[in-house]
């Protein structure tokens, strides 16, 4: 019974993805690769497949591979978030910025109000040294998710940057309501009020 499991499983594109997610979360990489792409060799569409193998090689650093996966995949499943995230995530591997921005505009179409995306094309900007565009990300991230730390340090640093410190201690004194054991943001208040003071006089 076993044996004829075994045999009929060796033409079934599903058990072999299964097989392969077997070995993935085992950290045996190669062992699933070879079972997603004999089951893509049986059914070339198999989206799981396709997927599987895709991460696959984004985990052994093989990006270029897993972008031919993912893109053959978003010409079988056009507007699947996931799929257009890990596209534009490699490409931004690939510090292929204006490739990997395009693919999260296009994804922000899909999922507007996403927070976690806004973040990332904001920082995609900030690698660029495009400060203008990274804000205006940030701050949209941040109005849908204002508990954030790493927005609300961003954009605090941001207002810092410009001389704005009565809006860069909203940040901080908000950060600091979050995190109330992390010193840092109450010493970051109180510098930034000692400097307005000082500013203030002269």
Excluded at 29 to 57: D, H, P, R, V, W
């Amino acid at each position: 019974m076993q044996t004829k499991q075994s045999k009929s499983d060796r033409y079934n594109p599903y058990a072999l993805v299964n097989r392969g997610n077997i070995h993935f979360k085992a950290g045996e990489l190669e062992k699933a690769q070879e079972y997603y792409q004999e089951s893509l060799s049986i059914e070339s569409g198999c989206a799981e497949a396709l997927y599987n193998l895709g991460l696959t090689f984004k985990t052994m650093g093989n990006i270029d591979s897993a972008l031919e996966c993912f893109e053959k995949l978003h010409t079988i499943l056009n507007n699947c978030p996931e799929v257009i995230y890990q596209i534009a995530a490699l490409y931004d591997i690939k510090q292929d910025i204006q490739q990997s921005v395009d693919w999260f505009m296009h994804l922000i179409t899909i999922v507007p109000t996403d927070p976690g995306i806004l973040t990332q094309i904001g920082a995609i900007y900030d690698q660029d040294n495009d400060r203008s565009q990274a804000f205006q990300y940030f701050l949209e991230s941040h109005k849908y998710f204002p508990s954030d730390i790493s927005t609300i340090s961003w954009l605090g640093a941001f207002y810092i940057d410009g001389q704005f410190h009565e809006k860069a201690i909203q940040y901080f004194e908000r950060a600091s309501l979050i995190e109330p054991q992390e010193v840092k943001w109450q010493l970051m208040v109180a510098l930034l009020q000692k400097e307005r003071k000082l500013s203030a006089v002269f």
